[in-house]
C-alpha cells in the first residue's frame, strides 16, 4: 500500500490512523471518530495541515470518497477548514478540552486493570448514556441544522453497527445519501435520519425478544435440573439459551426403559452439531 512518504506535510498526522476492515463499525464512522478525537483533545493544533484525501485513503487502505465525507463533516461540525488549493487544515477555533483526554486516559486505565475491552467500553457507553436528538427544525440556521443531522447519522450507524452480526437488518440501499459532491438537504438529511432510526428501534425490539427467549429456555434448563421427573423427555439447546458451543439438556431416564419405568430420570449435556429434533 502507498504510504505518505517522511517529510510531508501530515505525515505525522496519517501515521496515526488506521481503520479495522474486519469490525462491524463502518470504517468512514472509525476515521470520524478518529479524527475528531485527534483535533478535540488537542493532539492537533490550529493550522495544522492534515493530510490529504488520498494520503489518508492510501494510509487507511480506504476508498477517497469515504476520506472526503469524513473531511466534510469535520469541517460543518467547525473543526477543519479547507483552503483552496492548500489542503485541509485544523480550524483556527476549533474547539478544544483538554479535560475529554484526561477522562479518555482515566478511563482507559480503569478499564485495562478491569480486564475490559475499549471496545467494550465505548459500546456501552453508548448503551447507557445516549444523548438526545434535537428537534432541528427550530434551527433556522441551515447549515447548523445539516450539522446536526449528521451528528445525529453518525451515532445512529454507530448504535446500529454495535449490535451483534445475527440481529443487523439487511442493508438498504441508501442508509446514507450519496450525493455525488453536492450538499445534502435538511429534508434530505431528515429521511436518512429517520430510516435509521427505525432501523434502531426494531434491531431494539428484536434483541428485547430474542434476551426473554434466551432468559426462558435458561429458566427451562434450571427447572430441568431441579425436578427431571416433572420434566420428562424435555430438551434445551444452546441455540435457545444463546450460550456458546453446539449443546443440548436433555431430561432422559437412567438405564432405558427400565429407568423410565423406575422414574429414574436425569438431565443428561451432549454436544455435536446439528442438533437433533
Not at 206 to 225: F, L, P, S, Y
Request: aromatic share 4%; with cysteine.
Amino acid at each position: 500500500m502507498p504510504m505518505t512518504p517522511p517529510g510531508t506535510p501530515g505525515f505525522l498526522i496519517a501515521e496515526r490512523f488506521s481503520v479495522d476492515h474486519a469490525s462491524e463499525l463502518p470504517v468512514g464512522a472509525q476515521l470520524h471518530w478518529q479524527l475528531r478525537s485527534f483535533i478535540r483533545t488537542g493532539q492537533a493544533l490550529a493550522g495544522e495541515r492534515l493530510p490529504s484525501v488520498r494520503e489518508l485513503a492510501e494510509r487507511c487502505g480506504v476508498n477517497v470518497n469515504t476520506v472526503r465525507s469524513v473531511y466534510s463533516r469535520l469541517e460543518e461540525d467547525g473543526l477543519v477548514a479547507s483552503r483552496q488549493g492548500a489542503g485541509t487544515y485544523v480550524a483556527d477555533d476549533a474547539p478544544v478540552s483538554p479535560e475529554l483526554r484526561e477522562l479518555v486516559d482515566e478511563a482507559l486505565a480503569r478499564a485495562r486493570a478491569a480486564g475490559v475491552e475499549p471496545r467494550e467500553l465505548a459500546v456501552a457507553l453508548h448503551a447507557v448514556a445516549p444523548a438526545p436528538l434535537p428537534d432541528v427544525r427550530r434551527d433556522s440556521n441551515q447549515r447548523g441544522a445539516r450539522s446536526e443531522l449528521r451528528r445525529q447519522i453518525a451515532r445512529l450507524e454507530a448504535e446500529l453497527a454495535s449490535f451483534p452480526r445475527d440481529l443487523q437488518p439487511p442493508p438498504e440501499p441508501e442508509v446514507r445519501p450519496h450525493h455525488g459532491g453536492r450538499i445534502a438537504g435538511v429534508e434530505e438529511l431528515e429521511r436518512t435520519r429517520d430510516s435509521l432510526l427505525a432501523r434502531v428501534a426494531a434491531v431494539r425490539e428484536a434483541g428485547e425478544k430474542r434476551d426473554r427467549r434466551r432468559g426462558e429456555a435458561r429458566e427451562r434448563v434450571e427447572e430441568m435440573v431441579r425436578e427431571p421427573e416433572a420434566n420428562k423427555w424435555s430438551w434445551v439447546s444452546s441455540e435457545d439459551t444463546g450460550d456458546p458451543g453446539c449443546k443440548e439438556w436433555r431430561v432422559t431416564p437412567r438405564y432405558g426403559p427400565v429407568g423410565a419405568a423406575m422414574g429414574w430420570w436425569r438431565v443428561k449435556v451432549s454436544g455435536g452439531c446439528p442438533l437433533a429434533t
